[in-house]
Structures are given as structure tokens and as C-alpha cells.
């Protein structure tokens, strides 16, 4: 059965680099309503990767920081991030872009990159990701649940 399967990645102890952790944990009610599933991998990305079945569309969410306004939310192909990840600047370099690169190249999804402020030791968020947290959410969501339909998952 195909089925959408949206990942959140990040340390939550590295301030902003958990803002797709947080997202994901935060917005997995409002996607469970919608028939999506939600997995928090963290910085676990060989969890993650395992989590993925074959016919799954795909969405990760995590970190950016692309110097962008702080916040914004940027969609683009797994596959595209993939072929740039060296380009895109996440903490996450090596490990489930790397592992789906190697070993599930063909895998359909979408990464969500959250402009961040501060990737540093830290339990909090950047003051601008905390205040806008809601509203992250809520584009976050509203993205999901396009990209699911453009990709005839509903």
C-alpha cells in the first residue's frame, strides 16, 4: 500500500538543527487525520532509513541554512537534494540523504529544508524559529499535504 512517510531529523541539542525533529513531533496528530505517517528519527538515521518502505513517498524535514529569511520553508525532490547535497548545508550530510543516496536511490519524496538561525550547543530554539514555531508548523503541514496530492498519494 502506497503511503506518505514524513521523517523529522535533528539533534534537539543543537538549538535550530532540531527545528524538523520538533516540527514533525509537534504536527504528527494533524498528519495522522490525514493518513500520514510520522516517524522522529532525531539524528538516528539508520532508524530512519529503515522506516522507509520501497512504494513510500518520502518527506524529510530538517535544518537548512541556505541564507534565506529565518523560518521559511523550502521544498524541493528527495532526488534533486540528493544530487546537491554537497550544496545544501544541513548537519545532516552523511547519513539518511547518504544511506537513501546508496542504497534506495529510486526512492520518491521531497526534502523540507527550515531556514535556520543558530546550529550550536543548546536545548533551545532561536529566538526567530520559537516565535514563529506555529506558524512552521503550519506551513509545514500545508506543504505535506500539497505534495501528497500532486503526487496522487491521497
Do not use: W
Amino acid at each position: 500500500m502506497k503511503r506518505v512517510l514524513v521523517i523529522g531529523i535533528g539533534s534537539l541539542v543543537m538549538r535550530d538543527d532540531g527545528i524538523g525533529s520538533r516540527v514533525v513531533e509537534a504536527i504528527t496528530d494533524s498528519l495522522q487525520e490525514h493518513d500520514i505517517f510520522s516517524f522522529v528519527g532525531e539524528t538516528d538515521f539508520q532508524c530512519c532509513f529503515d522506516e522507509i518502505k520501497s512504494d513510500d513517498l518520502v518527506i524529510i524535514v530538517d535544518a537548512m541554512i541556505h541564507g534565506k529569511e529565518p523560518g521559511s520553508v523550502d521544498a524541493m525532490l528527495l532526488s534533486d537534494a540528493l544530487k546537491d547535497r554537497g550544496n545544501i548545508r544541513t548537519q545532516h550530510e552523511f547519513s539518511l540523504f547518504d544511506l537513501i543516496g546508496l542504497h534506495a536511490p529510486q526512492t520518491l519524496g521531497y526534502f523540507l529544508g527550515i531556514e535556520a538561525v543558530e546550529i550550536g550547543l543548546g536545548l533551545d530554539l532561536s529566538t526567530p524559529l520559537k516565535e514563529r514555531f506555529e506558524q512552521i508548523c503550519n506551513n509545514v503541514i500545508n506543504m505535506i499535504l500539497n505534495l501528497k496530492e500532486e503526487a496522487n498519494y491521497a
